[in-house]
């Protein structure tokens, strides 16, 4: 396990698109090798897909021969809805770069069998080879995607009905009317995220600091299901500092003394290009 910390939130975001973009890189897929990518969707992702498009347009990388697969996705709202992930995804990402539209896959909550649509995207992400690098961001009281508390550890993707304290905080994004709010999601399970061959998690504002704490400082719990990648043998934990006000002192410092080595070493992975 790693944590990253830097110190606001648009420096992480940054760093976290560098990893992206440097591994895909690094991975140098071609049109019988795609590189496959698990992605978030919320606030806290859209900085790092706002620098991701910056290093598309740029020329510094193509996602021609990438492949995606969303978290989650809400049940009966209409794909075309502002607040549907599906158009999250295409009007803060995937319009913006040169994606073979194929090739993102995001749930879909309108579909005439939930269960088979579930089942079906697992399978295509076997299909696909697995996941070589999956995001993700947490909500605070530590649920990933939406494996809310106790969720199983080794859930894959289902359907799920919202907890009330979900429904309440979505709301903002529905005019505050609860009634408006979808009550059950599509979406990939714990162990689906935990079968990546990596996983980067994440983290930035104060009020998601006491999930980072339960994430990395205590046991693996299934009321925080964040905590399960603790396990994970690839897990990169990326955050800013308010999400640290949590941490022992000691914590910190440890990990902030990984990154000063890391940094002295040049870490492969981010020096391909720049830090």
Known sequence: MRLVILDEYDLASEWAAKYIRNKIIQFRPSADRYFTLGLPTGSTPYGCYQKLIEYYRSGDISFKYVKTFNMDEYVGLPRAHPESYHSYMWNNFFKHIDIDPANAHILDGNADDLETECQAFEQKISEAGGIELFVGGIGPDGHIAFNEPGSSLVSRTRVKTLAKDTIVANARFFGN?????????????????????????????????????????????????????????????????????????KTVKYFKGLMHVHNKLVDPVLSMKDQ
């Open 177 to 249: 009317d609860l009634s408006k709010v979808p009550t059950m999601a599509l979406t990939v399970g714990v162990g689906t995220v935990m079968d990546a061959k990596e996983v980067m998690i994440l983290i930035t504002g104060a009020h998601k600091a006491f999930a980072l704490y339960k994430a990395i400082e205590e046991g693996v719990n299934h009321m925080w299901t964040v905590s399960a990648f603790q396990q994970h043998p690839r897990t990169i934990f990326v955050c800013d500092e308010d999400a640290t006000l949590e941490l022992r002192v």
